[in-house]
């Protein structure tokens, strides 16, 4: 079992920067690949990036690529969401999210997520 708590999110203006991170608990942490999808009112849940449990590999949507960053710590059991260049298109609540299967974890499927945190761009 994995427990997931995301921080960091708030208000920001476009063109700005937020990290957001997600603290892990449980046994099992090091050993899944982790992401971030994120929901929008009235929009599909959309997976924005995904890092493997090694820390080595790492994807990111194409409407995101460029701007967001994904990264994990082991040591501290957190992982790591940068996003710079914020647009309004990018408010939504953000999940952080873990999987057995990293092709899984890029399509969107997870075996566990955390309550997620509020992210708001504004014009």
């Known amino acids: 079992q994995v427990q997931l708590v995301e921080s960091g999110g708030g208000l920001v203006q476009a063109g700005g920067s937020l990290r957001l991170s997600c603290a892990a608990s449980g046994r099992t942490f090091s050993s899944y690949n982790m992401g971030w999808f994120r929901q929008a009112p009235e929009k599909e849940r959309e997976s924005v990036a995904a890092i493997t449990w090694t820390g080595d590999v790492t994807w990111s949507a194409d409407s995101v690529k460029g701007r967001f960053t994904i990264s994990r710590d082991k040591v501290k059991n957190t992982v790591y969401l940068q996003m710079n260049s914020l647009k309004p298109e990018d408010t939504a609540v953000y999940y952080c999210?873990?999987?057995?299967?990293?092709?899984?974890?890029?399509?969107?499927?997870?075996?566990?997520w955390g309550q997620g945190t509020q992210v708001t761009v504004s014009s």
């Open positions: 999210a873990a999987g057995a299967a990293f092709s899984r974890v890029m399509r969107g499927e997870y075996d566990f």
